[in-house]
């Protein structure tokens, strides 16, 4: 069953007459949970791993759906078959899953575009920092949330982009278990998008500790397995991979800024300290990221400058 972390959505498991179990989900947002039961059911009838949606309530506060055991691939870390077997069906749900999907049901909006990368990056600005009470230049991190917003839209503007469905919050804990295969779930925030940003999510997640030799590995897995689809639209594959790789550094950026304003609001905010937990642990992927790409460093230099300013809280 979903463990619940920073969702307001609560979830229990319930028994019906013929003794199957199933999963009932109380949401607080009709338009939130519209989004997820039409995902819901064009992923699952597209034949994608999502959990079946059995009903959903008149007022749509709350639906049924398949109960897929209590299994997450966050306790299964280690395992390597079942961390490739993910990575791969991530490309199937980006690719096919966009296939004649209603962009219009998104929530709370249907694209990944500038409006929504500045929303993030205030968050890390706004709900992180202002929560560790150092002092910072708003003039000079303005200047590299422009730089980001500049890097992170390129891709968008290649035909090839355009069509993809962005899970937004792909990691480890959004993905259950069962017989040996991975199926997703709290797919609700998702929007067409680029493909970068859901791998960046999955093998950056602060807690998941991956090396840099998995990564890469598991980057190449990925890019093989979207590569396939690839091929029937008059794409140079190794062209497409060279400018995927590319982009990534800046989507890793993106979204280690995204997810330690995610913590900050969970943690200083709402008061929620195991949140407060992880933020050690995406401070180190952040320096991490320009120890390895130096040219970062560069781009983002008053970023770069807080990452070191930061190292109390490692």
Known sequence: MPKQQGSNRIYTRETDANGRTYIRVQGTNRDENRAFIYMARHFHDLGLPVPE??????DEMSYTQEDLGDTILFDHLDD???LERTIRALAHIQVEGAV????????PVPAFDERTIRWDLNYFKYCFLKGTKIEFSEPKLEDDFDCIVA????PLRGESERGFFLYRDFQSRNVMIKDGQPYFIDFQGGRRGPTQYDVASFLWQAKANFSPELRNKL???YLDELSTFMNSKAINVEDYKRTWRAALPHFVLFRTLQVLGAYGYRGYFERKPHFLESIPNALRNLRELFAANPELQT??????ALSNDLLFLV
């Open 299 to 304: 781009q983002y230099p008053y970023i770069y």
């Open 100 to 107: 004649d999907f209603d962009w219009s049901v998104c929530f």
């Open 80 to 82: 390597y078959t079942l």
């Open 53 to 58: 949606l059995y009903s959903v309530s008149e």
């Open 151 to 154: 890097n992170i839209l390129s």
């Open 219 to 221: 980057i190449d897995v």
